[in-house]
C-alpha cells in the first residue's frame, strides 16, 4: 500500500485527536468557570485583611482585626450578591439597563452611599442593638461582634447559594442579639430598639408596596388612561422626574455635607426643592424631543420612562448603599476602636479603610454573584415594564432613604420586594376594576371560567409563602449561629 493511500487515515485519525483536544479544553473551560468568581471574591477577602494589617503595623491585637476585616469583606460581599439584586432587578426586568449597565450603575452608586452617608446606621448596628455595659470586658465584647459578623457572613452566603431572598439585616442583626444573649444574657439586648428595628420591618414593606402602588396609580389615571397619552406624558413625566432628583438632592445635602458644615432639614428640604424644580424645567425639553413621532399608544410610554427608571435605580442603589453598609462593617468598626482604645461604650468612629472594604465588597458580590438573583426579582414575582419598574425603584428609594435619614437599620430586601407586590397587586385591583366597569357597559354572565379568573392573578402567590419563610427565618437561625460561634470564639484568648 502506498504512502498515498495511507495519507487520509492519517488526516482523518489527526483530526479525531484534534477534536478530542478541543472538547478537553471546552470541558475544562466549563468546569473552571464557576470557580472565577469565586476566586476574586476569595482574593479580595486577602487583600482586605492584608489592608489591615498594614494600616495597624505590629500592633499585639493586630490578629484580631486582621481577621475581623476578613469577616466583614465576606459578610460585604455576601451583601452584594444577595441584597443588591433587589435594586437593579427591576430595571433589568423592564429592559431598560442591560446587566452591564445595571452592574456599572449599582457599583458606583453603591460605594457612593456607603462612603458618603453611611455612617449613622453603622452606629445603630455597632452599638444601639447589644447594650456594650452588659458585657464585662473588651475582650468579651470583641468576640460577641466577630461571632455576629460570621455567623450573618455564612447565613447569608448559604441563603445565596440555595436562591433563598433573605435580608441581609436580618441576618446581622439576629447575629449581634444572639451573641450579645449568649455572652450576657437577655439583659445585653436593647429590647427598645430591637421592637423599633421588629416593627420598621413589618412597616417597611407595607409603606414600599403603598407608595410604589401610589405612584402607579398616579401614572395610570394621568397618562396611560388619558385619551392622548403622548401629551399627557409631556406633562408628567418631567414632573416624576423632579420629585426623585428633588428627594435624592435632600438626602445628600443633609448626609453628605454634614461633615463639612451643619445644614438643617429646612435648608435641606429647599435646597431639594430647587433641585427638584430645576430638573423638571431640564425635562420638559428632553421629553417633548423624545416623544416626537411616537404612536399614541402604551408601548410607546416605555420611551419615555427609559431615563427615570435609570436615574431611579441609581438613587435606589445610593440608599442601599448608605443603609446596608452596616450590615458589613458596623461589628467591624466596633471591634477596631475597642482594640485601638480599650473602650467599648464610647461612640463609634468610623476609619476610612473600613468604610472601603464594605463599599468595594458590596460592590464585588453585586459584580460576581449578583446577576443570577437581579433576573429572578426583575421577572420572576410580577411581570415590569419601565413604567412598573419606575415605581418600584422609586417608592423603594424613598422608603430605605427614610429608613437611614432616620438612623434605621431596615430591611432594603424588604422594601424592593414589597414595593414589587404592591405593584403587581395594584394591576390586579386595577384590573378586576376596569372589568366590572366593562360589565356594567356590557352585561356578561354572571358564571366566570376558573382559568380566566386565574389569568387575572398578576402576582405569583407561592413567592409570598417562600419570601415570607425566609424573613422569619433568618432572624433566629442567625441568632443561634452567632451564639454558638461565640462559645467557641471566647475560648480564645484576646
Same mark, same amino acid.
Given at each position: 500500500?502506498?504512502?498515498?493511500?495511507?495519507e487520509?487515515?492519517?488526516?482523518?485519525t489527526l483530526?479525531?485527536?484534534?477534536?478530542?483536544f478541543?472538547?478537553?479544553?471546552?470541558?475544562?473551560?466549563y468546569?473552571?468557570?464557576?470557580?472565577?468568581?469565586?476566586?476574586i471574591?476569595?482574593v479580595?477577602i486577602?487583600?482586605?485583611?492584608l489592608?489591615?494589617?498594614?494600616?495597624?503595623?505590629q500592633s499585639?491585637e493586630?490578629?484580631?482585626?486582621?481577621t475581623?476585616?476578613?469577616?466583614?469583606?465576606?459578610?460585604a460581599?455576601?451583601?452584594g450578591?444577595n441584597d443588591?439584586?433587589n435594586?437593579m432587578?427591576p430595571?433589568?426586568?423592564?429592559?431598560?439597563?442591560?446587566?452591564?449597565?445595571?452592574?456599572?450603575?449599582?457599583a458606583v452608586f453603591?460605594?457612593?452611599?456607603?462612603?458618603?452617608?453611611?455612617a449613622?446606621?453603622?452606629?445603630?448596628?455597632a452599638?444601639?442593638?447589644?447594650?456594650p455595659?452588659?458585657?464585662d470586658?473588651?475582650?468579651?465584647f470583641?468576640?460577641a461582634m466577630?461571632?455576629?459578623?460570621?455567623?450573618?457572613a455564612?447565613? =447569608?452566603n448559604?441563603a445565596?447559594?440555595?436562591g /433563598?431572598?433573605?435580608?441581609?439585616?436580618?441576618?446581622v442583626v439576629?447575629?449581634v442579639?444572639?451573641?450579645?444573649?449568649?455572652?450576657a444574657?437577655f439583659?445585653a439586648?436593647?429590647?427598645?430598639q430591637? $421592637?423599633?428595628? /421588629?416593627a420598621?420591618?413589618?412597616?417597611s414593606p407595607?409603606?414600599?408596596?403603598?407608595?410604589?402602588?401610589g405612584?402607579?396609580?398616579?401614572i395610570?389615571s394621568?397618562i396611560v388612561?388619558?385619551?392622548?397619552?403622548?401629551?399627557? /406624558?409631556r406633562?408628567?413625566?418631567?414632573v416624576? =422626574?423632579?420629585i426623585? /432628583?428633588?428627594?435624592?438632592?435632600a438626602?445628600?445635602v443633609?448626609?453628605?455635607?454634614k461633615?463639612?458644615?451643619?445644614?438643617?432639614?429646612?435648608v435641606a428640604?429647599?435646597?431639594?426643592l430647587?433641585?427638584g424644580?430645576g430638573c423638571?424645567?431640564?425635562?420638559i425639553?428632553?421629553?417633548?424631543r423624545?416623544?416626537r413621532?411616537?404612536?399614541?399608544?402604551n408601548?410607546?410610554?416605555k =420611551?419615555?420612562f427609559g431615563i427615570?427608571l435609570v436615574?431611579s435605580?441609581?438613587?435606589l442603589s445610593?440608599a442601599?448603599?448608605?443603609n446596608?453598609?452596616?450590615?458589613a462593617?458596623?461589628?467591624?468598626?466596633?471591634?477596631?476602636?475597642?482594640?485601638?482604645?480599650g473602650?467599648?461604650?464610647?461612640d463609634v468612629?468610623?476609619?476610612?479603610w473600613?468604610?472601603l472594604i464594605?463599599?468595594?465588597g458590596?460592590s464585588f458580590g453585586l459584580?460576581?454573584?449578583?446577576?443570577?438573583?437581579?433576573?429572578m426579582?426583575?421577572?420572576e414575582i410580577?411581570?415590569?415594564?419601565?413604567?412598573?419598574?419606575?415605581?418600584?425603584?422609586?417608592?423603594?428609594a424613598?422608603t430605605?432613604?427614610l429608613?437611614?435619614w432616620?438612623g434605621?437599620?431596615?430591611?432594603?430586601?424588604?422594601?424592593a420586594?414589597g414595593a414589587i407586590?404592591g405593584?403587581? $397587586?395594584f394591576?390586579e385591583?386595577?384590573?378586576?376594576?376596569?372589568?366590572?366597569q366593562?360589565?356594567?357597559?356590557v352585561?356578561?354572565?354572571?358564571?366566570?371560567?376558573?382559568?380566566?379568573r386565574?389569568?387575572?392573578?398578576l402576582?405569583?402567590?407561592?413567592?409570598?409563602?417562600?419570601i415570607g419563610a425566609?424573613?422569619?427565618?433568618?432572624?433566629?437561625?442567625?441568632?443561634?449561629?452567632?451564639?454558638?460561634?461565640?462559645?467557641?470564639l471566647r475560648q480564645?484568648p484576646a
Amino acid at each position: 500500500m502506498s504512502d498515498k493511500d495511507l495519507e487520509p487515515r492519517h488526516l482523518e485519525t489527526l483530526d479525531r485527536d484534534l477534536g478530542r483536544f478541543a472538547n478537553l479544553e471546552a470541558a475544562a473551560a466549563y468546569v473552571s468557570r464557576p470557580l472565577v468568581a469565586p476566586g476574586i471574591g476569595f482574593v479580595f477577602i486577602i487583600l482586605a485583611g492584608l489592608a489591615a494589617a498594614m494600616l495597624l503595623g505590629q500592633s499585639g491585637e493586630m490578629l484580631i482585626v486582621v481577621t475581623a476585616a476578613v469577616f466583614g469583606a465576606y459578610m460585604a460581599l455576601n451583601i452584594g450578591a444577595n441584597d443588591v439584586a433587589n435594586n437593579m432587578g427591576p430595571a433589568v426586568g423592564a429592559n431598560a439597563l442591560s446587566m452591564g449597565g445595571a452592574i456599572i450603575i449599582a457599583a458606583v452608586f453603591e460605594s457612593a452611599g456607603a462612603l458618603i452617608a453611611g455612617a449613622d446606621v453603622v452606629s445603630t448596628i455597632a452599638k444601639g442593638i447589644v447594650a456594650p455595659e452588659t458585657l464585662d470586658t473588651p475582650a468579651t465584647f470583641i468576640w460577641a461582634m466577630m461571632a455576629a459578623l460570621l455567623a450573618s457572613a455564612l447565613w =447569608v452566603n448559604l441563603a445565596t447559594w440555595i436562591g /433563598a431572598p433573605v435580608s441581609t439585616t436580618h441576618a446581622v442583626v439576629g447575629g449581634v442579639v444572639g451573641a450579645g444573649i449568649a455572652g450576657a444574657g437577655f439583659g445585653a439586648v436593647s429590647w427598645d430598639q430591637m $421592637f423599633a428595628i /421588629a416593627a420598621s420591618w413589618v412597616i417597611s414593606p407595607v409603606m414600599g408596596g403603598v407608595v410604589a402602588a401610589g405612584f402607579l396609580w398616579l401614572i395610570k389615571s394621568r397618562i396611560v388612561y388619558r385619551e392622548d397619552k403622548i401629551a399627557a /406624558a409631556r406633562v408628567w413625566v418631567p414632573v416624576l =422626574v423632579g420629585i426623585m /432628583a428633588g428627594t435624592f438632592a435632600a438626602y445628600l445635602v443633609m448626609k453628605g455635607l454634614k461633615q463639612l458644615v451643619e445644614v438643617s432639614m429646612g435648608v435641606a428640604l429647599l435646597l431639594g426643592l430647587g433641585v427638584g424644580l430645576g430638573c423638571w424645567l431640564l425635562m420638559i425639553p428632553v421629553t417633548r424631543r423624545q416623544s416626537r413621532g411616537l404612536e399614541n399608544r402604551n408601548k410607546s410610554l416605555k =420611551v419615555l420612562f427609559g431615563i427615570p427608571l435609570v436615574a431611579s435605580a441609581a438613587l435606589l442603589s445610593f440608599a442601599h448603599g448608605a443603609n446596608d453598609v452596616a450590615n458589613a462593617v458596623g461589628p467591624l468598626a466596633a471591634i477596631v476602636q475597642t482594640v485601638q482604645t480599650g473602650d467599648f461604650n464610647g461612640d463609634v468612629t468610623i476609619p476610612l479603610w473600613v468604610m472601603l472594604i464594605g463599599a468595594f465588597g458590596i460592590s464585588f458580590g453585586l459584580s460576581l454573584f449578583g446577576p443570577k438573583l437581579i433576573r429572578m426579582v426583575g421577572s420572576e414575582i410580577t411581570k415590569l415594564n419601565p413604567m412598573r419598574a419606575y415605581c418600584v425603584a422609586l417608592s423603594a428609594a424613598i422608603t430605605v432613604i427614610l429608613a437611614s435619614w432616620l438612623g434605621l437599620p431596615v430591611s432594603s430586601t424588604h422594601i424592593a420586594v414589597g414595593a414589587i407586590f404592591g405593584v403587581g $397587586f395594584f394591576r390586579e385591583w386595577d384590573a378586576e376594576r376596569r372589568l366590572k366597569q366593562a360589565r356594567v357597559a356590557v352585561p356578561r354572565p354572571e358564571y366566570i371560567p376558573a382559568d380566566e379568573r386565574r389569568r387575572r392573578k398578576l402576582v405569583r402567590r407561592l413567592h409570598v409563602l417562600t419570601i415570607g419563610a425566609a424573613w422569619v427565618v433568618t432572624v433566629p437561625a442567625a441568632a443561634l449561629l452567632s451564639a454558638l460561634l461565640f462559645l467557641i470564639l471566647r475560648q480564645i484568648p484576646a
